[in-house]
């Protein structure tokens, strides 16, 4: 998950100042900032305590039953990453320690020395044309099964209907694993995603919201088969406006 040191549409940041400003403004926002560490383990966090003057970051660990935490620290190696907006921050967390707490368990590091500033790119959102695929399938507790339908998808994310009395069953900043996202009666690919907001469809009189969420560490069969999948789908409705 290292940055490399130069790319396009990225941007450095090593002034000390800058860096506490957008961790600041991290903690205002109350976002959620996904902890990275070998091989693969990856657990959602939120910065709880900032003190510029005393190089301490500190970040809240919720629950943790598999003890993921333990196994980020115990790995030496932690890279952070959140979003502000279309920005992507990313970040490396040095001499990580975890302290206990009344409220918790808290990740406790140094502040970052560079932090790395991405301008997300757009991935084009392809609209399904069919009413029951692609959906995304939740497995486990009451939901067993349940499937949501997917109002737009890219090979970065995709948005899914909630009806307004349904609740949230994947919570904001959390990432959730084990889904099964089902692209037509073939094609099911194993998934997780991180959701990022949930906001009201416009002009729709049952209230449904609209979950946006992001993919998360895709492999590379399930990546090419969102490709085909998107790029045939754009295809199609270009046919059909030139039929039209």
């Known amino acids: 998950m290292s940055a490399p040191e130069a790319a396009p549409e990225e941007l450095r940041v090593t002034a000390a100042a800058e860096i506490a400003a957008y961790l600041q403004q991290l903690q205002r926002e109350n976002a959620a900032v996904l902890l990275n ?18 190089d301490v970051l500190g970040l809240e660990i919720g629950a943790d039953p598999d003890g993921i935490s333990q196994a980020l620290v115990a790995g030496g190696e932690i890279t952070a990453v959140a979003y502000l907006g279309t920005i992507k921050l990313q970040f490396e967390l040095g001499a990580a320690v975890l302290v206990s707490g009344d409220q ?23 609209q399904p044309a069919g009413s029951v695929y692609p959906r995304v399938i939740v497995p486990g507790g009451e939901e067993f099964g349940r499937a949501l339908r997917v109002l737009d998808i890219s090979v970065g994310g995709l948005a899914l209907a909630l009806p307004a009395s349904s609740g949230l069953p994947l919570p904001i900043g959390q990432v959730a694993a084990g889904l099964v996202l089902e692209l037509d009666r073939i ?53 059909l406006k030139l039929d039209a």
């Open 187 to 239: 094609t099911a690919l194993r998934i997780a995603l991180l959701p990022h907001h949930a906001s009201p469809i416009a002009d729709d009189p049952q209230g449904t919201l609209q979950l946006g969420c992001a993919f998360v560490d895709l492999d590379t069969a399930a990546s090419r088969a969102l490709q085909v999948y998107v790029d045939q789908t754009q295809k199609r409705r270009r046919l």
């Open 37 to 54: 560490g070998p091989p693969g383990r990856s657990l959602s966090s939120r910065i709880c305590a900032l003190d510029t003057g005393a």
């Open 104 to 126: 918790g368990a808290v990740l406790r590091s140094s502040l970052p020395e560079r932090l790395y500033r991405f301008q997300r790119r757009q991935s084009f959102r392809v």
